[in-house]
């Protein structure tokens, strides 16, 4: 069975840092496009990361571009988030998900969430003020 476990979450102060992990199962990371997604309490869920199968190019939505950094170690079938420079706003159940195959441009941050094949369970960060 595939399985996405990320990992990671947890309080931090606005301006902190914090490193999300998001470890695959059952296939080969690098054959997948992982994205990481978060969804705030009574909001929709909205991708903010991405890495491509194949080439590993990464993307960013604007929200979170120049503060979050993506890298993978593919020996270890995992992907990293780090979230620099946190704020309030970023306070959200994170979550990475996989689809095969290898991004040919920028992810429709919004949408792109209804084309996932597999998710991990969330991990929530919490950013206080």
């Known amino acids: 069975e595939v399985q996405l476990v990320d990992s990671g979450g947890g309080l931090v102060q606005a301006g902190g840092s914090l490193r999300l992990s998001c470890t695959t199962s059952?296939?080969?990371?690098?054959?997948?496009?992982i994205g990481w997604f978060r969804q705030a309490p009574g909001k929709g869920r909205e991708g903010v990361s991405a890495?491509?199968?194949?080439?590993?190019?990464?993307y960013y939505a604007a929200s979170v571009k120049g503060r979050f950094t993506l890298s993978s170690d593919n020996a270890q079938n995992t992907v990293y988030l780090q979230m620099n420079s946190l704020k309030p706003e970023d306070t959200a159940t994170y979550f990475c998900a996989a689809v095969k195959g290898t991004l040919v441009d920028e992810p429709p941050w919004h949408t792109w969430t209804y084309t996932m094949d597999y998710w991990g369970k969330g991990t929530l960060v919490t950013v206080s003020s």
């Open positions: 059952e296939f080969a990371r690098d054959a997948y496009t």
């Open positions: 890495i491509s199968g194949g080439n590993s190019r990464t």
